[in-house]
């Protein structure tokens, strides 16, 4: 069984890599690089240096290694950036995902697991967000994860493809200290970054209705979220019946201000942070519900909020 993995040189798919390699299972990579790094692709997995937009490159990797399934998780990932760049957001992530599934179909590949978000949601009323919370996507970014579960119900529909889509929050830590998060719009990698430059973090928003005044969010380790895809294709490989969508959350959520004096800990920089006005359209709290998911795929958060951050501070400390 070997499954090709799609952005698998990025910082969550490299870790999707790495948890499949640690169950003896096979993985093929196809990346563009676009965000992504070919030094995060270990040595010995196959790598298919091409866009998905590149239908014959996507069927061709399929067929050549003899993909059993895959695990989609080629996007473009920056909710506030796709608001100005509403094109290129559909382009990489629907007709990308049309792209794959096309792929996948003249390959007679019939099993993906879909790396979709808990942007979905938009800013949900409930403070506790179930798979049936109702979607109201904010953003194109949101939005095209959720014509992506679309499509794949869809041609479920159409062809029997067998699937899942798994929605999360804000995946955080590092599973090796070579695998580092790069985005420069994620708020661990920015704290850090901040903390190593001698800049002070910022908390926007210290009187909200939540215990200690700042917001709360869901905050999951990057590798326990990689173990969850595994165990996803694993279900479908054995044709284990599966719910359309899960959500990945710890179900208690950290706060804001959590996060800080964790960062200062973790690093060891101590530091106060500066207090701002809250941001516009900022809900004090939104936690995910992930009962279903622990059902089905036996997911569990194993990485406590110290490990998060330590464990990206030493990524961000190989990184320099």
Request: proline share 6%.
């Given at each position: 069984m070997?499954?090709l993995?799609?952005?698998g040189?990025g910082?969550?798919?490299a870790?999707?890599?790495r948890a499949?390699?640690?169950?003896?299972i096979?993985?093929?990579v196809?990346d563009?690089?676009?965000?992504?790094h070919?030094?995060?692709?270990?040595?010995?997995?196959?790598?298919?240096r091409a866009?998905?937009l590149?239908?014959?490159?996507?069927?061709?990797a399929?067929?050549?290694h003899r993909?059993?399934?895959?695990?989609?998780?080629?996007?473009?990932?920056?909710?506030?950036?796709?608001?100005q760049r509403?094109?290129?957001?559909?382009a990489?992530?629907?007709?990308?995902?049309i792209?794959v599934?096309?792929?996948?179909?003249?390959?007679?590949?019939n099993?993906?697991?879909f790396?979709?978000s808990?942007?979905?949601y938009?800013t949900?009323?409930?403070e506790?967000?179930t798979?049936s919370?109702?979607t109201?996507?904010?953003?194109?970014?949101?939005?095209s994860?959720l014509i992506?579960?679309?499509?794949l119900?869809d041609?479920?529909?159409?062809?029997g493809?067998r699937?899942?889509?798994l929605?999360?929050?804000?995946?955080?830590?590092?599973g090796s200290p070579?695998?580092?998060?790069t985005?420069?719009?994620?708020l661990f990698?920015l704290?850090?970054?901040?903390?190593?430059a001698?800049?002070?973090?910022?908390?926007?928003?210290t009187?909200?209705?939540?215990p200690d005044?700042?917001?709360?969010?869901?905050?999951?380790?990057?590798?326990d979220?990689a173990v969850?895809?595994v165990?996803?294709?694993k279900?479908?490989?054995?044709?284990t019946a599966?719910e359309?969508?899960?959500?990945l959350?710890?179900g208690?959520?950290?706060?804001?201000r959590e996060?800080?004096?964790?960062?200062?800990?973790?690093t060891g920089?101590d530091f106060?942070?500066?207090?701002?006005?809250?941001?516009?359209?900022?809900?004090a709290?939104i936690?995910?519900?992930?009962?279903?998911?622990a059902?089905?795929?036996g997911?569990?958060?194993?990485?406590s909020?110290e490990?998060?951050?330590?464990s990206a501070?030493?990524?961000r400390?190989?990184?320099?």
């Amino acid at each position: 069984m070997t499954w090709l993995v799609t952005g698998g040189a990025g910082y969550i798919g490299a870790h999707v890599v790495r948890a499949f390699a640690g169950q003896g299972i096979g993985t093929v990579v196809i990346d563009d690089l676009s965000s992504g790094h070919a030094d995060f692709v270990p040595e010995g997995v196959p790598f298919v240096r091409a866009s998905i937009l590149d239908t014959e490159a996507v069927r061709s990797a399929l067929v050549e290694h003899r993909i059993s399934g895959v695990v989609h998780v080629a996007a473009f990932k920056y909710a506030g950036v796709s608001v100005q760049r509403p094109l290129h957001t559909y382009a990489q992530n629907v007709t990308g995902t049309i792209s794959v599934l096309e792929a996948m179909a003249q390959a007679q590949v019939n099993s993906i697991v879909f790396s979709s978000s808990a942007a979905v949601y938009g800013t949900p009323e409930a403070e506790q967000v179930t798979e049936s919370t109702p979607t109201a996507p904010e953003s194109p970014y949101g939005e095209s994860k959720l014509i992506g579960e679309w499509l794949l119900a869809d041609q479920a529909r159409a062809v029997g493809l067998r699937h899942t889509s798994l929605r999360y929050f804000n995946v955080v830590g590092s599973g090796s200290p070579d695998l580092p998060d790069t985005s420069p719009h994620n708020l661990f990698p920015l704290v850090l970054e901040a903390l190593a430059a001698g800049r002070t973090p910022q908390i926007n928003g210290t009187d909200y209705p939540t215990p200690d005044g700042t917001c709360v969010r869901d905050y999951i380790h990057v590798a326990d979220l990689a173990v969850a895809h595994v165990e996803a294709a694993k279900a479908l490989a054995q044709g284990t019946a599966l719910e359309p969508v899960y959500n990945l959350g710890s179900g208690t959520g950290v706060s804001v201000r959590e996060i800080m004096d964790a960062m200062a800990a973790g690093t060891g920089i101590d530091f106060d942070p500066i207090e701002a006005e809250r941001r516009p359209g900022d809900p004090a709290r939104i936690v995910a519900d992930g009962e279903l998911a622990a059902r089905d795929l036996g997911w569990t958060m194993r990485h406590s909020l110290e490990q998060m951050v330590t464990s990206a501070w030493r990524a961000r400390r190989h990184q320099a």
